[in-house]
């Protein structure tokens, strides 16, 4: 099973609102990952998560809070965005620790999230 | 100058030619290389995962790394107009293993 569960598909949020963005994966993973893609461009990193532990934050500004609350699990929180967030949400994982396969990462199908 | 580059496209190919996709890169440290198939509105589909040099074969994708070169190719045999969709490279280093380094994407047009 090599699956990354992303929830929900499509979102729409106000610029008041609070919303989160949920993925699973059940892979042994202990890598997790936030990507954000615009319209053709390629995904670019937010976020990285290695054994729980937040190692990698891209200057995302403090409105994208992410949390791992375990090893199978990935939170991306939302609060008071813009429209120029609205894109898609791309959640991916692989393996941690030193090997060949670590390179293999997964990606989710991704949130839809429109900011109105 | 990008880590990775590659050409968007779009490239159109009728159906059941073969078709070379390329990326090269600049970082020499680099030595896990993939190419992800995506489908509009869709999330990256991990197709060829390749670590360090040489070739891998699954079905009618052959993935190639050179890296005396830096350059990375992906041939599709057979193309399908199901295989119409853009192609992502993406790369990471064994000192920087966890951040991917993505190429922009090819628009692959396969025509009945």
């Known amino acids: 099973d090599t699956e990354v569960t992303q929830t929900p598909k499509h979102l729409v949020m106000g610029m008041t609102n609070k919303k989160s963005l949920k993925c699973e994966q059940h892979?042994?993973?202990?890598?997790m990952y936030w990507y954000k893609q615009k319209a053709k461009k390629p995904p670019e990193l937010m976020f990285v998560?290695?054994?729980?532990?937040?190692?990698i934050n891209e200057s995302v500004p403090s409105r994208f809070s992410p949390e791992c609350p375990n090893s199978s699990l990935l939170n991306l929180h939302l609060h008071a965005l813009q429209p120029e967030d609205s894109a898609l949400y791309l959640c991916?994982?692989?393996?941690?620790?030193?090997?060949?396969?670590?390179?293999?990462?997964?990606f989710g199908q991704g949130t839809r999230l429109t900011v109105v | 100058q990008k880590e990775v580059e590659q050409d968007p496209g779009p490239l159109s190919v009728p159906e059941g030619a073969i078709v070379s996709l390329n990326c090269t890169y600049s970082?020499?440290?680099?030595?896990?290389f993939m190419w992800y198939r995506q489908y509009s509105r869709k999330g990256p589909e991990l197709l060829m995962y390749?670590?360090?040099?040489g070739n891998k074969e699954d079905g009618r994708f052959t993935a190639q790394v050179d890296k005396s070169s830096k350059y990375i190719s992906l041939f599709i045999r057979d193309s399908q107009p199901s295989d119409s969709a853009t192609y992502l490279c993406?790369?990471?280093?064994?000192?920087?293993?966890?951040?991917?380094?993505f190429g922009s994407g090819t628009k692959l047009n396969v025509k009945p």
């Open positions: 991916a994982s692989s393996q941690a620790g030193r090997g060949p396969a670590e390179g293999e990462a997964f």
């Open positions: 892979m042994g993973h202990r890598a």
């Open positions: 998560y290695s054994y729980e532990k937040l190692s």
């Open positions: 970082n020499s440290a680099f030595q896990y």
């Open positions: 390749t670590y360090s040099s």
């Open positions: 993406a790369m990471t280093g064994r000192y920087n293993f966890n951040k991917f380094y």
